[in-house]
């Protein structure tokens, strides 16, 4: 009886605790690996990879992150572009979530590091500029978009 009521325990407990998982930030400089031409990292079950880079180097540092809204400046319904790293050859590395053919939606989560400004096409953009990648938090929302759908 005593070993069912800590299962039931447990249980109800995983239930408060997933919510608080939610939110996420870039992954750490620790968690990013180098192969195959791209730099790639797994972290809170989402895949980030970088473009196809010409030379292998350390990464040294996290820069900040873009976030692009759905529809004008809404926080609560958008993407994130990248997160951005410096490297030890003095270059910079952008990871994007990836999903396949799918747009992970998300949210931004906290005012305090993220600010809106106009990106070079004047359309707005929030930015995170900060040295640790857990400031520059979202959350992963549950809807998705196909891309393969628009073609």
């Known amino acids: 009886m005593f070993k069912q009521l800590i299962c039931v325990l447990l249980l109800l407990l995983s239930y408060v605790i997933a919510p608080a998982k939610a939110e996420q930030g870039c ?10 031409g ?12 970088s473009p196809k880079v010409a030379s ?4 040294d540092g996290f820069i900040g992150a873009v976030f692009m809204p759905g529809e004008g400046e ?3 319904n958008g993407y994130m572009d990248k997160c951005i790293y410096r490297t030890s050859w003095n270059g910079v590395v952008a990871l994007r ?3 396949g053919n799918e747009v992970i939606n998300m949210s931004l989560t906290s005012t305090l590091y993220w600010r809106l400004q106009p990106d070079a096409f004047e359309l707005p953009v929030y ?3 900060d040295s640790q990648p857990d400031n520059c938090a979202f959350k992963v929302n549950e809807k998705r978009t196909d891309l393969s759908v628009i073609r």
Request: net charge neutral.
């Open 127 to 129: 930015t995170c500029e």
């Open 27 to 36: 992954p750490y400089t620790t968690q990013i690996a180098y192969a195959d």
């Open 38 to 49: 791209h730099y790639r990292a797994k972290d809170n079950g989402l895949h980030w990879q």
């Open 74 to 76: 809404e926080r609560g």
């Open 97 to 99: 979530p990836s999903s």
């Open 56 to 59: 292998r180097g350390v990464i």
